[in-house]
Structure formats: structure tokens, C-alpha cells
């Protein structure tokens, strides 16, 4: 079993900037992907971004430029440098950590910004 555990959301004015912060413990061999999820008021939860044990990362075109992912393999740990958030960066944001065959989900942080 592996457990994930978010940190770093909070309350941010339009322009601002947050980095969010995700730990995996538990029975880890290699993690294989990691990575971010966010779903908003009423929609469905969508990619944000994601990266490879070997660093390869895939972002979302709707947060490519402000969003930078990045991870450290000998802390099991990734992160979301999120700048230049506007409303519509407002959601629940996961997350994700695929080990072997199985997939992992946080329990989600609270990212709100204020216009």
C-alpha cells in the first residue's frame, strides 16, 4: 500500500503563486509515475501534469508556462510550482502515483484564487 499526502494549498490573489507538495510512504518499490490532478466546482477532475521516474513530464496546455512539475525519487516526494494563478486554477488538487500496476490517489488540497 502506498499513501499520499498533500500540503501546500491555500487562499491566493490572481497573479499569485503556490507550490503545492505531495509525500509517498508506505511499501514503495518504484513509483513509477507521479503527478497532479485537480477538479473543479461541477467538472471533472483533469490532468494538471504528470512525470516518469526518469523525470519525462506531460502538462496540460491550459497550464503550460505557469505550472512546472517536479519530483525527487529519493524522497518519493512531487511537487506543483503553480505562478500566475487565476480563477479558473480554483479546484481540489490530487495527487497520483502509479506503482507497478496500481494507482494512488491523495485525499486532495484546497487551491482558491481570489480575482
Known amino acids: 500500500q502506498v499513501q499520499l499526502v498533500e500540503s501546500g494549498g491555500g487562499l491566493v490573489q490572481a497573479g499569485g503563486s503556490l507550490r503545492l507538495n505531495c509525500a509517498a510512504s508506505?511499501?514503495?518499490?518504484?513509483?513509477?509515475?507521479m503527478g497532479w490532478f485537480r477538479q473543479a466546482p461541477g467538472k471533472q477532475r483533469e490532468l494538471v501534469a504528470i512525470?516518469?521516474?526518469?523525470?519525462?513530464?506531460n502538462t496540460a496546455d491550459s497550464v503550460k508556462g505557469r505550472l512546472t512539475i517536479s519530483r525527487d525519487n529519493a524522497k518519493n516526494t512531487v511537487s506543483l510550482q503553480m505562478n500566475s494563478l487565476n480563477a479558473e486554477d480554483t479546484a481540489v488538487y490530487y495527487c497520483y502515483a502509479a506503482v507497478r500496476s496500481s494507482t494512488y490517489w491523495g485525499l486532495g488540497t484546497q487551491v482558491t484564487v481570489s480575482s
Open positions: 512525470i516518469t521516474s526518469d523525470y519525462k513530464t
Open positions: 508506505g511499501t514503495i518499490f518504484t513509483i513509477n509515475t
